[in-house]
């Protein structure tokens, strides 16, 4: 809680000192996450300079930033790490996961139902691979978290949790 001292004047010969507190509100980090299917194979990229979990799959994603809505902020980082350019449209909110980690997050992934284009690697400085894999042969080093994700989408479940 963060409380401020300030000086309050009711009349001109009385000056009161008044302390205004606010609670600090809980905040929660929001991201975006990719899901490009394409003849039953999913778009996976291999983190690398991270600090976490480099080394392991995931899928194209990133922050929400301040003042940016979750579709553009998720249509902005899949052209940040893919090249692919879409357009509301082109993106379908498909599973919500409530998640947490050494934070608490809220991951929302979006099915891309259409885009131009070959989807490339163009963040290699935190991504060392970006391949395609079947829906059922994920790689042993998929995040656990997106693996959920994925088979949460598969079986059209809209809402999970995850590592409470």
Same mark, same amino acid.
């Given at each position: 809680? =963060?409380?401020? #001292? #300030?000086?309050? *004047?009711?009349? =001109?010969?009385?000056?009161?000192?008044?302390?205004?507190? #606010?609670?600090? #509100?809980?905040?929660?980090?929001?991201?975006?996450? *990719?899901?490009?299917?394409?003849?039953?194979?999913?778009?996976?990229?291999?983190?690398?300079n991270t600090g976490y979990m480099d080394g392991w799959f995931s899928l194209p994603a990133g922050h929400i930033e301040n003042n940016e809505s979750l579709t553009k902020g998720t249509i902005r980082e899949i052209h940040e790490e893919t090249g692919i350019v879409l357009s509301d449209k082109d993106i379908t909110l498909v599973h919500v996961m409530h998640r947490k980690s050494d934070d608490i997050r809220m991951d929302f992934f979006f099915l891309v139902n259409r885009w131009k284009g070959i989807p490339k690697n163009t963040e290699e400085a935190k991504c060392?691979?970006?391949?395609?894999?079947?829906?059922?042969?994920?790689?042993?080093?998929?995040?656990?978290?997106?693996?959920? *994700?994925?088979?949460?989408? =598969?079986?059209?479940?809209?809402?999970?949790?995850?590592?409470?």
């Open positions: 809680m =963060q409380c401020e #001292r #300030r000086k309050v *004047a009711f009349r =001109q010969e009385r000056v009161s000192v008044v302390y205004s507190c #606010r609670m600090e #509100r809980f905040k929660m980090i929001a991201s975006g996450y *990719a899901l490009f299917i394409k003849k039953n194979k999913i778009l996976l990229s291999q983190r690398k060392s691979a970006m391949e395609w894999f079947p829906l059922t042969a994920l790689p042993p080093n998929t995040i656990p978290y997106i693996k959920k *994700a994925i088979s949460q989408y =598969q079986s059209s479940s809209f809402f999970s949790e995850f590592g409470w």
